[in-house]
C-alpha cells in the first residue's frame, strides 16, 4: 500500500543493501521481535504505516553468524520507501551495545555475496534512507511517514564501504 505496487507477490529485484542494527541487546530477542506477523504495540513511531511486522532478509549475531531469516527476493518491511528494491541486513546491537569486528567482517562478506548475485547499486546505512526521497528508486507514497534514523552509525558504514570500495557501487545522492 506504500509502494502503490499492484502485484500478486512481494518479490524484489534487489538493488540496494540497507545495514541496521537492532537495538535490542541478543540474539534470541531480536529474533524474537521479527518472528510475529503483527507489529508489537509499543512501535509507535512506525505503526501509522500499517499493522504488518517490520521484517529484514538477514540478523548478524555479535559472534558474526549470518542467519537468513527469508528470501532474499521476497519484500521486507525494514527502510520506508525503499523496501520494494533493497535487502535488508539487521546487525544485533545498537547504541548501547556496539557492533563488533566480526559482524563488520559478516556484513562485508554478505554484500560481496549479495552483490555477485543481485544488480545491486547501493549499500547503505538506514540513518540514510531519506537521502533517496526524491530518486527513482523512492516509491513512498505516504508523504507524511518518516523516521529518523541512526543506525548501524557513520563508523561501521565507513568501515565497511573501506572494504567494498572495489565493488563498484554508485555513490549516494545529496540532499
Not at 46 to 73: A, C, R, W
Not at 134 to 155: C, F, I, N, V
Request: with cysteine; hydrophobic share 35%; aromatic share 10%.
Amino acid at each position: 500500500m506504500h509502494y502503490d505496487l499492484d502485484v500478486d507477490s512481494p518479490t524484489i529485484l534487489p538493488k540496494m543493501v540497507v545495514v541496521h542494527w537492532t537495538a535490542i541487546p541478543s540474539f534470541q530477542k531480536s529474533f524474537d521481535a521479527f518472528y510475529d506477523v503483527h507489529l508489537p504495540s509499543f512501535r509507535t513511531a512506525i505503526s501509522g504505516g500499517g499493522s504488518l511486522n517490520v521484517s529484514s532478509h538477514f540478523l548478524v549475531d555479535q559472534d558474526g553468524t549470518i542467519y537468513k531469516l527469508m528470501p532474499e527476493t521476497t519484500m521486507a518491511r525494514h527502510v520506508i520507501g525503499l523496501n520494494h528494491c533493497a535487502i535488508g541486513i539487521e546487525n544485533v546491537g545498537g547504541p548501547d551495545m556496539p557492533l563488533t569486528k566480526a559482524q563488520l567482517k559478516a556484513n562485508i562478506k554478505l554484500i560481496k555475496y549479495l552483490k555477485k548475485k543481485y544488480p545491486i547499486d547501493y549499500v547503505i546505512g538506514h540513518y540514510e534512507y531519506q537521502l533517496f526521497e526524491d530518486h527513482e528508486l523512492w516509491l513512498e507514497q505516504d508523504e507524511g511517514y518518516r523516521t529518523e534514523k541512526s543506525d548501524p552509525d557513520e563508523a561501521f558504514m565507513a568501515d565497511i564501504r573501506k572494504n567494498i570500495a572495489h565493488l563498484d557501487l554508485k555513490t549516494l545522492p545529496e540532499n
